[in-house]
């Protein structure tokens, strides 16, 4: 029997999996992965693949609407009926919040999970879920110790004066503050980048560019700045998230159109971004194919902002070293780094077209005196590593 780790990253509508062999060191790729979409709708599917990348999974759940208890019910019927050479000794989970409390995972108990449920007001698009997927697995699988990885942690590092607002000192006291998140990404970032270069303890921007979008500045590989703050709406323009906003504007919005918090979140999370801006796509690959002028200027628009943010995010770091590329867009959007880099020729970046071209792992030039890389993350390797490492395994 083959013992594996389990990794869980609850959505609202979503759960995405991962199973990595409890070998030491721990394997870098996953021996199945996968995802259960659409919990809460009329059609729920189930998608897994090996290692190789073949489908082991690809159906439709019996029942609709089901809840995110039934769809981990399902999803472990099906591990069990499908991969019974497998046992789980432990699970870890991707927890988007973890406050102040938490600069590091945690094995997770009933106080433990009472604390990231207090931490719900501050995530509640998010949080709810991740704390659901810990005790839906609790309940079906309770002799398996469970970890908690926080998106926050890693910039626990930041300087005080890097988390605060503008605001009174008791609405901060209360939490109100800049959280930063993706920081499972930035720490698998920055535990790599020594092997793939030598100013890995440098100054270095890390661009995390996907669906979801950020940017963090690192010195000594340890995080700095960043552009996301309380929530997971501010910094880069994103998929469908409008990034950061004069807070005016939804003032106004509530006031001149009489929107609520309900529709205020809608607009914002999901009817922003580059859909909002195109009109057509929150999809990188299919803007940049578009000759519509509306997709170009979502491009555009994207790229500025990640411009505007490097210059600030290098100014936080006190110059910069490198500057790294992941998230599918940073690693598979050739275009994207070449409008970024193009702009940033006074920062001493230049970029090998050739290399950039081919997705080389170092798209510098030889002129450059900035390392410029394209790193793909590996969250859930991140995320097994930790659980791996704090149940002892």
Known sequence: MKQGILIINAGSSSIKFALFPHTHPLAREA??????????????RLQAKNHAGDSVADHTL?????????????????????????????????????????SRPVRLDEAALEQLTRYIPLAPLHQPHNVAGVRAIQS?????????????AFHRSQPEIAQLFGLPRSISAE???RYGF????????????????????????????????????????????????????????????????????????????????KEMTQMLYKDSGLLGVSGISQDMRTLLASD???????????????????????AAAGGIDALVFTGGIGEHAAEVRRRVCLHCAWMGIYLNPEAN???????SAHNSSVDVLVIPTNEEWMIAYHAQTLLGL
């Not at 079906?140 to 926050?152: E, G, N, R, S, W």
């Not at 519509?292 to 290098?314: H, M, N, T, W």
């Open 31 to 44: 021996a199945v992965c996968g995802q259960i979409d659409g919990i809460g709708t009329a059609e729920i």
């Open 62 to 102: 019996a029942g609709a609407h089901a809840s995110h208890t039934e769809a981990f019910a399902e999803l472990l019927r099906w591990f069990t009926a499908s991969q019974s050479e497998w046992t789980i000794v432990g699970v870890g989970h991707r927890i988007v919040h973890g406050g102040d409390r938490y």
């Open 140 to 152: 079906l699988l309770p002799d398996v110790p469970q970890v908690a990885c926080f998106d926050t």
């Open 175 to 177: 939490g109100i503050k």
């Open 182 to 261: 993706h920081g499972l990404s930035y720490e698998y970032i920055a535990r790599t980048l020594a092997t793939h270069s030598s100013r890995a303890e440098g100054r270095v921007v890390v661009a995390h560019l996907g669906n979801g979008a950020s940017m963090a500045a690192l010195v000594g590989r340890k995080s700095v700045a960043t552009t996301l703050g309380f929530s997971t709406i501010d910094g880069l323009v994103m998929g469908t998230r409008v990034g950061t906003l004069d807070p005016g504007v939804v003032l106004h919005l509530m006031e001149t159109k009489g929107l609520g918090v």
């Open 292 to 314: 519509k002028p509306e997709a170009q200027q979502a491009v555009d628009l994207f790229c500025y902002r990640i411009v505007r943010e490097l210059g600030s995010l290098a």
């Open 357 to 363: 071209a081919r997705h080389d792992l170092r798209i």
